[in-house]
Every structure is written in C-alpha cells, then in structure tokens.
C-alpha cells in the first residue's frame, strides 16, 4: 500500500503531548529532534537521560533524592533504575482532588452492561480511598502484604487497589469468572491478608452470584484475616454464607476520611502480582515494581496514547487482564476513567459504542479480537454513533489483521488514530505501539516503543528488517519484572526470558520490522508452525481465513506426522453455514493466494467451538496438546474448558 490509511493534522501534531515532550528534550539535554525517529534512536542509546526527561516532564511525586538513574545497566536480568528513589504509586494516581464530595468532576464513570450506572467525583475517589486506607492498616495491612481482588471492573477494585498500595501493600486480581481452583492457583500461591470480592456480577443480562465460589477457595486460604465483601448485585448483600467476611460499609464505618498517609517505597519495591495464563501448568505469578509500573505506564499514555487531563480513557477490559492495570493507571494524567464490566455485546451489540459516545470517550480501547466480531455481524456503529471526541481507537491481545484496521475507519471512524499495541502481562506494557504524531499503515503497529530496544532476531540471532524473526529487546527497561514469586535464586524468571538469548529479553513473539519502521506480528513463537521446516506464523493464515464470510472464528495448529508436521486448521462456522468440499476447497485457495502454498492445511475440520483463557485469547497449545494426546495441565485457566473435548480422538487426524 503506497499511502498510510491515517495522517495526523499539523494541528495535531502541534497540541500532542509527544511534541512538547520533545520540546521539553531539545530545551533540556542539547538535541534538535523534529520527530519520532530522531526521538526514539536517542531513547534507546541514552537511556538514563531519556528516563529522566520522562519523570520530569510527567512529574512524577517522589522523594526529592531521585539518585542515580540505572545501576548494572550491563545486565539483564540485574539492570536497577532509580535503586535510591522513593515513590507511592497511589499517591500519584490520586494526584487530581479538585471540588467538593458528589461534584460533576469525574474521576470514574462506570457502566455495568444496561444495569448499573455509576460516576464518582476525584474528591469522592481519594475520601473513599482514605477511608479503606485506614480499615486495611487497622488490619495489619502493611508494606509487602498481599491485597486480593476478586472483584468485577467496578469502582471499588481500583478504590481497593490504591488503598493497598497506599500503604506499601502488593494488589493482585483475577476476574470473578474464574472457578475455585482457578482463583486458588493463583492466590494460593502469594497468600493475601486480606480479600475483596463483589456478591455477584452481570453477563449477558444474567445475574451470577459470586458468593457460593468465594465461600469454597477462602475456606482454603489459610493467609486470610479478612473477606470484604463489595455489593454490586444487591445494595446489601448477604455476607453470612462466606465464613470470615464482612460488608465493605461495616469495614469502613469505623473511619471518617482524610488526608491519606502514603507510605514512600523503594522504586523496585512490589506493586503488582500478575498470572501467566497457565494453559501450560500453574500460573507464573509475575512481581511488578513500584516505579517501573508507574514510569512505563506515564511514558506509554502521556506520549504514546497522548492522554491528556480531562480527557475520557475506555478499555474493555477485566481484573484477570493487564489491561486493567495499564487503564487505572490514566488517573496519573488526571484523566477520567470509563469502565465497563459485562459482555461486550449485551443486549444488542451497541453498548461500549453508545457509552463511549454518552461519555465522550477520548481513548477507546479494546481487543482485536473484538474488533472482528464486529466485522463479522455486520455492525456499522458510525451509522448510529457520533465520537466527536475520540483521538485515538488502541487494540491489542492478538493481531490486528489489516481487514480490522480497515472496518475501523470505514465503521467507526475515519479520522482516527489507530493504534495497534503489543507487548504483555510480563512486562504489564509494551514493547510495539502508537505514535499519534505519525501515519498508521495498514496491518501495522506504529512503531517501537519508546526506551524499549527491541530488535528483531532471525535464527542465528542476528537482526534483520523486512524478515520474520524474534522479538527482542537487547537493553533493559524499567518495568522488566522485579522477578517470580517463590522464585528466590531467580532460576524460573530467567529460563522464562534470558535463556536463549544472554543478558537480552527474549519475548516469544514472531514479528517483522517494515520498510516504514513499523512492525507486523505473526503471533506466538511457541505457537509458530513448521512444515518442512519453515516457519509460519499463525497469524498468517487467520488473517486469510477470517475473511471469509462463512467462517466466525479458527484456531490452526501443527500436528506431528509422519516425521514431519502438518497444518491443520479448525474452522467455526457463521450459523448457517456446513463444511462441504466447495467451502473446504475456497478456504484452501483464500490461503494461498492471500499467503503461500505452504501455509495450506493439510486438514480442514469443523468445530462447534474455540478454547479460550478468560481474556479472550485463544489457546492454540492446549489444542495442539489434547490433538496429541497429552495433558492440558490447568484447565481452570479457561473460559470455556469444555471446548477441548471437541478435539480429543478426532478421526479425521488418524489418516
């Protein structure tokens, strides 16, 4: 494609806060950029100066001795930044308290499907704050201790989270869809002093009461002094049936609100426990820093989202999903909050379009997956929907395939800034996303992500342009992870990134660099598929596939045959639709004419579903493991486990 599908307007450009930042460089480090290009290549070869030009034009609170920038900057894992500073990262979040209690100043808006709708003020989020601030320290919550949230994308998860992390206290969450061993393989493993759970949550207009699941996994989580229990389905739920728990109005009747007492942590001090999605055994839990979170996090909306004060920052998104943590975290550029929790679709397919429309969201965040649904059901929001206010539209969780970046603009806005964002819950950011001062071309992430090194691998280990390698990142960055909990010589966090390639993080991603500098991902390294010993990235053939109107959704795996592998791919088809030869044979042709031959199946076998973890990815090795008869060892890691079944003995891959 010779033109890119979207060009900033000089004016734009003029009033990003990318510009002024590199205002702000050129003033104060000596250099004349004049773009992206020039900005990034000094980001990554002076990264202590690049670093400090970001906590300074973001204004990060702190102590006032920041120290050195980077310690052991050789070294990865080992590399340390700002090891002498001290920062909270609730203090920061609740940097904006302007207005009196109940004011039109939004801090949160939130929409439960067509249920429940909500707002809270910036004063009415730091008083409730305070006010369960000061009930977790009556509990003996201090730094270093565990807060869990078994909680919906509702207000008081990110009340209960800057509360805990107001003290120095460690937040991890999981959705409240998760079953009980679910939740127990997860917090089982980091034993939390204190848990908050909703009675209950909407999906797809059903009321599904939370209550019986907490009652069995906390009855095994000895760690355990409190259960607060958050009313959502009814203003004053039953508590009783959970052994241990309390309403959250009698956990903070005892204390009026006020000045919160942030308690300063080391910069590489814990924030976060994040899971792996543990489709291959139990979940990894992932420990987070303080300042890292918080660096990478003000770098990637202030610069790359362009996120303003006042401005309106929507992600679909749940508490099992980084993306809650990188959304809540728009409440340091003083923005506002929409959340939403429920299915994306209830009750007719319109409502996240009618709420960032009501709201005037300026950010709309959502998967890619999402994306093509919409695509597939023929919806065309722009034809009921005005967005006046919308900058910028972000996808990520998978591919974006240049099919979605085009519904995009011709469904829900044209003059938009699509970015396309990549990177993961290991480093709880990214490495691949927007440039809102530059061109977005079809298919492709934007650009590399500022002070983030990432090059592209090919098999020798050698970086190449315009062929498909790995993603690597060959300097260190401030929100690598302090490291695995229950991990203390570091060996698991190590083998997880560092080993095959020393002292360079090595993310598991199959990717191009483009002529335009931008990036293409292929999908999963460990998901890649190798017949004759060529590599396929599988997002080479979904994108083929999924053009087909017949076709809803496919996962494709390589099956072990005959010393060789082959490529089968499984189809669900639209309602309506049968696998017949015809159908078989224009999937086959799609492929090739749209890829290579060699990316054609071998096979082609219909399925009535799709396995998927419970942020909507869909799981290519518990398939390629269940075809070949081999244990999927957490099951509880899915939505929808129940799907395996379908591809278990299949006649069709004995021949």
Excluded at 155 to 174: D, K
Aim: charged share 20%.
């Amino acid at each position: 494609m010779s033109e890119p599908l979207w060009q900033p307007s000089q004016a734009r450009v003029a009033a990003a806060n990318l510009t002024a930042f590199i205002d702000h460089v050129n003033k104060n480090h000596g250099t004349a950029f004049t773009g992206y290009d020039d900005l990034y290549a000094w980001s990554v070869g002076e990264i202590e100066d690049f670093w400090c030009a970001v906590w300074d034009f973001c204004g990060v609170v702190a102590d006032d001795t920041r120290g050195p920038v980077l310690i052991d900057g050789d070294k990865m894992p080992g590399a340390a930044f700002f090891p002498e500073a001290k920062v909270n990262f609730a203090e920061n979040l609740l940097r904006r308290r302007p207005g009196d209690p109940g004011d039109a100043d939004d801090a949160m808006v939130f929409w439960g499907e067509d249920k429940v709708k909500r707002r809270l003020s910036h004063r009415d989020l730091y008083d409730q704050v305070s006010r369960v601030a000061q009930a977790l320290a009556a509990e003996g919550v201090g730094a270093g201790d565990r807060v869990a949230g078994f909680l919906p994308n509702m207000p008081e998860t990110v009340i209960a989270m800057l509360a805990a992390t107001s003290l120095g206290a460690v937040w991890s969450s999981c959705s409240p869809d998760f079953g009980v061993q679910g939740v127990l393989d997860r917090f089982g493993q980091i034993e939390p002093k204190v848990l908050f759970c909703a009675d209950g949550y909407y999906y797809n207009g059903k009321a599904l009461d939370s209550r019986p699941r907490v009652a069995a996994f906390t009855a095994q989580m000895p760690s355990l002094q409190k259960i607060v229990v958050v009313p959502y389905l009814d203003a004053a739920p039953d508590v009783g049936v959970i052994e241990g728990a309390v309403g959250l109005a009698d956990f903070v009747a005892p204390f009026e609100a006020g000045e919160i007492a942030f308690a300063r942590q080391p910069f590489n001090a814990p924030l976060y426990i994040m899971f792996s999605s543990g489709t291959t055994g139990k979940p990894k839990c992932i420990v987070h820093g303080i300042g890292g979170t918080l660096l990478q996090h003000l770098k990637e909306h202030r610069l790359l989202c362009d996120v303003k004060a006042d401005d309106r920052v929507f992600y679909f998104t749940t508490c099992g999903w980084m993306m809650w943590n990188w959304l809540v975290s728009a409440l340091a550029c003083e923005a506002t909050l929409l959340l939403y929790d429920g299915s994306p679709f209830a009750p007719d397919g319109n409502i996240l379009f009618d709420f960032a429309e009501t709201e005037e969201a300026t950010l709309f965040g959502t998967s890619a997956k999402y994306i093509d649904a919409l695509g597939k059901a023929g919806l065309d929001p722009q034809s009921n929907h005005s967005f006046p206010a919308l900058r910028l539209i972000t996808s990520t969780g998978s591919p974006l395939v240049p099919e979605g970046f085009d519904y995009v603009y011709a469904h829900i806005k044209k003059d938009v800034c699509l970015s396309s964002i990549a990177g993961g819950t290991d480093i709880v950011s990214c490495f691949l996303g927007g440039n809102p001062i530059g061109p977005v071309w079809r298919g492709e992430i934007q650009r590399r992500c500022l002070g983030m090194a990432v090059e592209v691998f090919d098999d020798t280990g050698r970086p190449v342009r315009g062929e498909k390698g790995e993603l690597v990142c060959v300097k260190p960055f401030p929100c690598m992870p302090i490291g695995f909990w229950d991990d203390p010589d570091g060996a698991r966090y190590r083998a997880a990134y560092f080993e095959t390639y020393p002292n360079i993080w090595h993310h598991g991603d199959f990717v191009e660099l483009t002529e335009h500098d931008g990036i293409i991902v292929y999908g999963r390294s460990d998901a890649t598929l190798n017949p004759g010993g060529v590599r396929i990235g599988t997002a080479e053939i979904y994108r083929q596939v999924e053009k087909l109107d017949a076709v809803e959704e496919s996962i494709v795996i390589g099956q072990d045959w005959q010393g060789d592998v082959r490529v089968v791919l499984f189809v669900k088809l639209r309602p309506g639709h049968a696998l017949d030869d015809d159908l078989t044979s224009l999937i086959k042709t799609q492929i090739r004419s749209g890829a290579t031959p060699r990316h054609v199946p071998a096979k082609v076998i219909p399925v009535a579903d799709i396995p998927r973890t419970k942020s909507g990815k869909i799981v290519e090795l518990a398939v390629r493991d269940i075809v070949h008869d081999r244990k999927v060892k957490n099951q509880e890691a899915l939505a929808n486990p129940e799907a395996l079944e379908l591809y278990r003995g299949l006649q069709e891959l004995q021949s």
